[in-house]
């Protein structure tokens, strides 16, 4: 059976005292069957990866350039972050897609630099809530796919994150039906394009406003195989619960 992955998302909040937040996790009883991973800013990678070591905890990164070295100031390339120690990167947030004009196909050179230097690339895609109320949702979504997938990407190199743009720091979640529907179209397109076995081995996970609360809830729905989590997972108080939640579902 697929390990369910608990990834979480620190944006751009913490300082070295939060490093304590990933001891705490590093320390705690392992949950069966879950991969964990916390993306804290790149300034926090190095230590928070030697924090991290040998324990059920990996450490990601949030970003990486597509090219491997160069003249490209102030960026990271993949080989930098696995050389800090992380084994993941989050590629094509939508805060990067809105905040610095990320397309897909940026994405998919991303997601590609990525996979040559080792490291698991946790690609995320969704729709706004304009697209959704026009009943664009699949089709946004599905071209979304479409273009940020390079070819190098199978199961056990790649993640997809399906992120509505409208529940990510709002307390808002699709409903239960909502997300099966988007989670069971984007399994169908990954089949199309790498056959079912793979696709059926990649893992889909939700992120936008999980928390302990609605985390159960969640989890049992079908094709979903983890979260993506922003807010809740600053706190290993409030992202045990949801790794909790994630072993039993
Ligand atoms: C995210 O940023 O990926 C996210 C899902 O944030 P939140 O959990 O805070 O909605």
Redesign the pocket.
């Known amino acids: 059976m697929t390990r369910r992955l608990a990834a979480g ?1 620190w ?1 751009m909040n913490g300082t070295m005292a939060s490093l304590s937040e990933i001891t705490a996790l590093a320390n705690a009883h392992p949950a069966p069957g879950v991969d964990i991973l916390i993306c804290p800013p790149a300034t926090l990678l190095a230590e928070a990866a030697r924090i991290a070591a040998g324990s059920a905890v990996m450490i990601g990164a949030q970003d990486c350039h597509p090219a491997a070295a160069g003249a490209h100031t102030g960026d990271i390339s993949a080989p930098m972050l696995a050389d800090a120690g992380a084994r993941a990167v989050i590629l094509g ?1 939508s ?1 990067r897609r809105a905040d610095h004009g990320e397309t897909s196909a940026l994405v998919a050179e991303k997601a590609r630099a990525a996979h040559a230097a080792g490291l698991l690339a946790v690609i ?1 895609l969704g729709e706004t809530l304009a697209e959704r109320e026009a009943a664009q949702t699949l089709a946004v979504v599905a071209e979304q796919l479409r273009l940020s997938l390079p070819d190098t990407a199978g199961a056990a190199n790649t993640v997809l ?1 399906y ?1 509505p743009v409208w ?4 307390g808002l979640t699709p409903s239960p039906a909502q997300i099966a529907e988007v989670h069971g179209v984007l399994r169908a397109h990954l089949a199309d394009r790498l056959g079912a076995q793979e696709a059926g081995a990649l893992r889909l996970l939700y ?4 928390k302990p609360a609605n985390a159960s809830e969640i989890f049992a729905i079908a094709d979903v195989d983890g979260a ?6 600053l706190r290993a108080d409030d992202f045990s619960p949801i790794i909790a939640a994630l072993a039993s579902a």
Not at 167 to 170: K, W, Y
Not at 207 to 210: M, Q, R
Not at 228 to 233: F, K, P, R
């Open positions: 998302n944006k947030h805060e995320c994150a992120e529940a990510i720091g709002t992120g936008g406003s999980v993506l989590v922003g807010g809740a997972s």
